[in-house]
Nanobody, 126 residues
Framework: QVQLVESGGGLVQAGGSLRISCAASGRTFSSLAMGWFRQGPGKEREIVAAISWSGRSPYYADSVKGRFTISRDNAKNTVYLQMNRLKPEDTAVYLC???????????????????WGQGTQVTVSS
């Protein structure tokens, strides 16, 4: 079992920055692929970014490419999402997910992730 706890969400003005974190426990974090998803009001859950166990070749959705950066600190069992130049359309609940097995490789499909956090609200005002 893996427990995931997100933190760092909040209210920010358009153009601002925010960093959210996800702390993992209960399993060897360094073997897990990690992903950030988001779900806006009335919208389906979508992939934002994902990172493999090694941190190499992260994946980004086109809508956040160049603005968001995913990173991980295996010593701290934590994955981060640095969000810059935020837009009102980035408003959503951001969820952290962990993928066990699969050689620690990323996936963009939510159903392939085994563990989920409760989410943290990010609100971007115009």
């Amino acid at each position: 079992q893996v427990q995931l706890v997100e933190s760092g969400g909040g209210l920010v003005q358009a153009g601002g920055s925010l960093r959210i974190s996800c702390a993992a426990s209960g399993r060897t974090f360094s073997s897990l692929a990690m992903g950030w998803f988001r779900q806006g009001p009335g919208k389906e859950r979508e992939i934002v970014a994902a990172i493999s166990w090694s941190g190499r070749s992260p994946y980004y959705a086109d809508s956040v490419k160049g603005r968001f950066t995913i990173s991980r600190d295996n010593a701290k069992n934590t994955v981060y999402l640095q969000m810059n130049r935020l837009k009102p359309e980035d408003t959503a609940v951001y969820l952290c997910a962990a993928r066990d097995g699969a050689y620690g490789l990323v996936s963009v499909v939510a159903a392939t992730y085994d563990y989920w956090g409760q989410g943290t609200q990010v609100t971007v005002s115009s």
